[in-house]
């Protein structure tokens, strides 16, 4: 199958029938049908949908080296600038169509697979056998246009000591055996976004592993579909309520999904398998492969366009009520203004000084990226403050879509009316807003953006040590040189 229509992702994810659990109760019938899901998936189906735009095809898709198929961009290879941005546009793309607020779009896993099965020498080390696995499975989601989840991160426990001194060794996903079949795994992984709702999930190797025999157990990576035998999805609370799209604008369609995966000896089989038993493999795999630089382009180039939204709402909040021409309003929406600039700026440096890799990929520098992403978890938990400040009791004053259509109606059309329009419009916009900053939703979103990449202190902590800072010391030193010699002319 090439590139799939968004009907096509939806029976997929209804045929599968994963095990999924939600509110103490197993999912039974279509997800797609589900109240936690089917708003999502609706709008996953879309982004799907766009491939198939005539005004978008040429952007959207591309033709596929094996197939001769259309197939996704954003699993394409990269072999020139021009490649770059063109992928960089179609990820865009669908970012603008969800204002950036669904951070686990497919767009994101697929170019993290595209590094992989590139890199797929690089799981050769231990055996060829892995190699070809990875080449082969690369090619088999672009063919197939799979939608992947993935999960990365072991259980919070005790983080105090390693998976392996925990009272329960399985607590933390960890192999069990190897039989004919495949590789048996059992425990459990954090933290699946959009678990249940794919078609696959890809269990990427951890990075944080320590170099010695007793973690091998839990050093891995594999891909298998979401409805294998023994693999459990349990979602957290929803934060769609069922409400229509004027009263929960963003979650009622963009509402991702957290899941905790759980293991229950599941088989693997051998030909899912790309790293086993081997810590060092494992912790190269992200950055040796250069798939954290490919995600990372892919999460700094969604952010522009989630800045964009959230400046959009932000300056539709200003003329709504009229209150552009006060200064500690343009002095907060200039905050925003340069974030996003700054974001843009970032995304522009990575692809303007692109190199290809060892593995004769396009790559784009890392630095900018690195930056951004240390960057935008800081900057972003400021724009819902911003909305706060400027929306203040406005975004406490929003009734209902019910309230329009009750009774009440010509009370809320009076009082509150805006500078620019009706109450109606005014409190559509002002419950976007809140649904922003203010709502489960938006709170999820702040917390998501903050540990995005994981621990904002070790990525810091990672910038600082990988950080070449030594041309600049050397100029201050020969600086300090120069000065004394220039002292002692004098003398």
């Excluded at 051998?270 to 990372?296: I, K, P, Q």
Aim: charged share 25%.
């Amino acid at each position: 199958m090439p590139a799939k229509t968004g009907q096509q992702y939806i029976d997929r994810v209804d045929q599968a029938q994963a095990n999924v659990w939600i509110n103490g109760e197993q999912v039974k019938g279509k997800a797609s049908e589900h109240p936690a899901f089917k708003g999502v998936m609706k709008t996953q189906a879309e982004l799907y949908d766009m491939q198939h735009d005539p005004k978008k095809r040429d952007l959207m898709t591309y033709i596929s080296p094996s197939s001769g198929d259309r197939v996704g961009t954003s699993f394409m290879q990269p072999r020139s600038k021009e490649d770059l941005e063109k992928r960089r546009l179609m990820m865009q793309e669908w970012a603008k169509h969800n204002g950036g607020m669904m951070g686990r779009s497919p767009d994101y896993i697929n170019a993290g697979m595209m590094a992989y099965g590139t890199a797929s020498d690089m799981f050769g080390v231990q055996d060829p056998f892995y190699a070809k696995n990875m080449a082969e499975y690369y090619e088999y989601c672009r063919e197939n246009d799979l939608s992947l989840t993935h999960t990365l991160i072991q259980p919070q426990v005790n983080r105090g000591v390693n998976a392996a001194q925990l009272p329960d060794p399985y607590i933390a996903a960890r192999i069990v055996e190897k039989t004919s079949e495949g590789v048996v795994i059992r425990g459990a992984r954090l933290l699946a976004t959009q678990g249940g709702i794919t078609d696959e999930i890809m269990v990427f190797p951890s990075t944080l592993l320590k170099q010695s025999e007793e973690e091998n157990p839990y050093a891995y990576a594999f891909s298998i579909p979401n409805n294998t035998p023994g693999l459990k999805f349990i979602c957290r609370e929803s934060f769609d309520y069922g409400k229509s799209h004027f009263d929960h604008p963003l979650g009622s369609r963009f509402e991702e999904m957290d899941t905790i995966v759980v293991f229950d000896d599941v088989v693997v089989p051998w030909n899912r398998v790309f790293a086993l038993s081997d810590v060092g493999v494992c912790n190269r795999a992200y950055n040796e492969s250069n798939a954290v630089v490919h995600m990372t382009h892919q999460v700094v180039s969604k952010n522009v366009a989630k800045t964009e939204f959230v400046l959009g709402i932000l300056q539709l909040m200003v003329e709504t009520i009229n209150i552009g021409q006060y200064q500690h309003v343009q002095d907060k929406m200039s905050e925003v203004i340069m974030a996003l600039e700054t974001v843009k700026a970032y995304v522009t440096a990575a692809e303007a000084n692109a190199k290809i890799d060892k593995w004769g990929i396009m790559t784009p520098d890392f630095t900018p990226l690195n930056i951004a992403r240390n960057y935008y978890p800081k900057i972003y938990p400021r724009f819902g403050e911003i909305m706060q400040l400027l929306g203040a009791s406005g975004l406490m004053a929003i009734p209902s879509e019910a309230d329009f259509n009750s009774d009440i109606r010509p009370d809320l059309d009076k009082y509150l009316q805006s500078a620019t329009g009706d109450a109606y419009n005014r409190v559509k916009l002002y419950r976007l807003a809140w649904d922003v900053c203010m709502s489960a939703f938006g709170s999820r979103q702040t917390l998501y953006e903050r540990f995005f990449f994981g621990d904002p202190i070790r990525m810091a902590s990672a910038l600082y040590n990988g950080y070449d800072k030594q041309e600049y010391v050397d100029r201050v030193k020969e600086f300090l040189t120069r000065s004394e010699e220039l002292a002692s002319e004098k003398v």
